[in-house]
């Protein structure tokens, strides 16, 4: 009681001093009271058989159904193999990227050159998803800039995006082209924190550009770089299914077909409404154990975690 009692005190005595923080929060506090924590009452339609005549409260419940018609089906181990190999191949090779982009910035002493990068490699990451889902079509089609490349190195050319073995390439590269100037910002930001007499001391000692990236750059942003891949690891399973359903096509299925993707295709598209609920539901219960089990790592390991 007491305990209760002087946490009040507490909050009402920071909440006189910092009243005008608390109402700019106030915006932010009802987004997300509206659009994240309310909604999440319509996720027991996963345990219902969902009719819009009847509405949630009418509908009848089937409890697990779902989820077990979805672990026995054979759709089950594609999407899930589908969702991880998209999801560790992005972890492997779009992860990295942003962080080699600002280190090599980061090297770079020309200012000109420098603000030349950074707004190239910027640009991709504004574009709608749309048209660069268009430009990649068009690209990998069989008379585009790539193959007409190919050819001319003596290759066949193919429509790439009909071939379900390079989907995940196609998909993986473009990912890396679109968002690596963007992801680098934060990265450029945590390198601007790091102190520059350690760099000046380390140069006076000898030491190579090599050598303070390993011994100084590194160290100085590796809580960034835990706290991001904590975040990575929570949606490891949430690719997102916009450009997924923009590239891919019945033939690349195998190979392309996400959970999320699958979750458009049965939810809106066969109006499965349940079902999907119940696909989704998993996932996020997914997501959620990877975010907590990554952070538990990395507050063991890194002494840097999200809480």
């Given at each position: 009681m007491a305990n209760s009692q002087t946490f009040k005190h507490r909050f009402v005595r920071d909440f006189l001093l910092n009243k005008y923080l608390y109402l700019m929060m106030l915006p932010v506090l009802v987004y997300y009271i509206v659009f994240h924590y309310v909604p999440m009452y319509g996720a027991v339609i996963a345990f219902k058989n969902y009719s819009p005549m009847k509405g949630?409260?009418?509908?009848?419940?089937?409890?697990?159904k779902h989820f077990a018609d979805f672990f026995n089906s054979y759709y089950f181990w594609r999407i899930l193999k589908?969702?991880?190999?998209?999801s560790l191949y992005s972890l492997l090779f779009e992860f990295p990227a942003p962080i080699i982009l600002a280190l090599l910035i980061n090297e770079v002493r020309g200012r000109a050159f420098k603000r030349a990068v950074q707004t190239i490699t910027y640009m991709p990451y504004f574009i709608s998803l749309v048209v660069i889902c268009g430009i990649i079509t068009d690209f990998t089609n069989a008379d585009g800039l790539i193959n007409q490349i190919f050819v001319w190195l003596g290759y066949d050319g193919q429509?790439?995006?009909q071939?379900?073995?390079?989907?995940?390439p196609i998909y993986i590269l473009s990912e890396i082209w679109q968002r690596i100037g963007w992801e680098s910002i934060i990265y450029i930001a945590a390198l601007m924190s790091i102190d520059q007499e350690q760099y000046e001391a380390a140069r006076m000692d000898g030491?190579?550009?090599?050598k303070q990236i390993v011994y100084?750059?590194?160290?100085g942003i590796m809580p960034t770089i835990a706290i991001?891949?904590?975040?990575?690891?929570?949606?490891?399973?949430?690719?997102?299914?916009?450009?997924?359903?923009?590239?891919?096509?019945?033939?690349?299925?195998?190979?392309a077909d996400v959970i999320s993707s699958f979750v458009y295709r049965k939810g809106l598209l066969e109006f499965g409404w349940s079902y999907s609920s119940a696909v989704g539901l998993f996932n996020s219960v997914i997501n959620l154990v990877l975010l907590v089990t990554a952070n538990a790592i990395s507050r063991r390991v890194s002494k840097s975690s999200l809480w």
């Open positions: 949630i409260l009418g509908s009848d419940w089937v409890g697990l589908n969702t991880l190999l998209i429509a790439m995006l071939k379900p073995g390079l989907f995940r030491a190579s550009r090599l100084i750059t590194l160290p991001m891949l904590i975040l990575r690891m929570g949606n490891l399973l949430n690719v997102g299914f916009e450009k997924i359903i923009l590239l891919y096509n019945p033939i690349t299925y195998e190979t």
